[in-house]
């Protein structure tokens, strides 16, 4: 099924909240409640990444007021970004009545460490919190994370899918893999060099994330074990995807085995920075509208 979603305005200002790290970051806000949720940037991720050893954290930002809240709520972005990047979505989760947390990673690094953490983060998080919904809203790299994630724990541990609503929404993620990736591994260590001198020169660590992209290939392991998920029936998957994304076309990325069994919708939003590298890519993570009506449902 193929659905429209548009009328893009500027969502409403995230203000930054003080607190709640991870050893030298604060210290997590466990059962705090707050009306405003945390901004995680990029340098805070950093400094839970390295109070974590590198390893990948579910960070909280939010807590609901209500006695009992909505359900959990997992925001995860892209490569090359930050948790800030889903400010608004946090933001809008945590109104609606979700606890919610976001997904400190390493981006420009390989995708499998990211996802085995994940994994072992969210196993005992459903485990703690048996039948309460699960929404996870995952932007392009992220998406190949959580999908891979809950197809993993329903293949290992069923049992923590099942008796609860889960709801991934997949935001113009890299789900057909790219072709280019595949020669990535043949680069000759000498030009990986030369990529990473001239990236170190300006102060940029992308040449890490060049280097590291060949599990992002179309042939790659990584895209065999995402094309063979499979996923209960109380799992819905929806996929947006905007039709202003060169990064990740729809034709590349919408009809792959990965979704054979989701929702698709479709966005044209362009991102409210005229400046912005990416405004197709990016855009529908400030899409009000879709926020509100796809990647924040309301769950009775």
């Known amino acids: 099924m193929s659905i429209n979603v548009n009328n893009n305005t500027n969502a409403a200002v995230i203000i930054p909240a003080t607190s709640k790290p991870v050893s ?8 705090a409640i707050t009306e405003k949720a945390i901004v995680v940037s990029e340098n805070s ?5 390295s109070a974590n050893g590198g390893q990948a954290e579910l960070v909280n930002v939010g807590n609901s007021s209500k006695t009992l809240p909505r ?33 400190a990673y390493d981006d420009l690094g390989e ?23 699960l ?40 789900m057909g893999g790219h072709e280019g990736a595949n020669y990535l591994d043949y680069l000759p260590d000498m030009l990986i060099e030369g990529l990473d001198s001239i990236f170190s020169k300006y102060g940029h660590d992308n040449a890490r994330m060049i280097i590291n992209l060949s599990d992002m290939g179309s042939d790659s392991k990584f895209q065999k ?3 063979a998920i499979e996923l ?13 994304d060169l990064i990740a076309p729809f034709e590349n990325h919408a009809n792959t085995p990965a979704l054979k069994n989701a929702t698709i919708f479709k966005t044209n939003s362009k991102h409210p920075d005229p400046n912005n590298l990416y405004p197709g890519h ?19």
Do not use: C
Not at 45 to 49: A, D, N, P, V, W
Not at 112 to 131: C, F, G, H, R, T
Not at 140 to 164: C, D, F, T, W
Not at 232 to 244: A, C, D, F, L, R
């Open 24 to 31: 030298s970051f604060t210290r997590f806000m466990s059962n």
């Open 282 to 300: 990016t855009a529908d993570m400030k899409n009000e509208n879709l926020i509100d009506s796809v990647l924040v449902p309301v769950i009775k």
């Open 225 to 227: 074990m995402l094309d």
């Open 45 to 49: 991720e950093r400094q839970i990444l």
């Open 135 to 174: 929404v996870i809203s995952a932007h392009s790299k992220g998406a190949r994370i959580a999908h891979v994630a809950l197809g993993n724990i329903y293949k290992e541990n069923p049992e923590l899918l099942k008796g609860r609503q889960i709801t991934e929404n997949l935001v113009n993620g890299y």
């Open 71 to 103: 359900g959990i709520y997992h925001s995860i972005h892209g490569a090359n970004d930050s948790p800030k990047m889903m400010d608004e979505v946090n933001q809008a989760a945590l109104n609606k009545g979700y606890n919610v947390y976001t997904l």
């Open 111 to 133: 995708t499998m460490p990211a996802v085995n953490a994940y994994i072992q983060e969210l196993s005992e998080q459903l485990e703690k919190n048996p039948k309460i919904p």
């Open 232 to 244: 209960p029936s109380n799992v819905q998957t929806n996929y947006i995807s905007n039709e202003n």
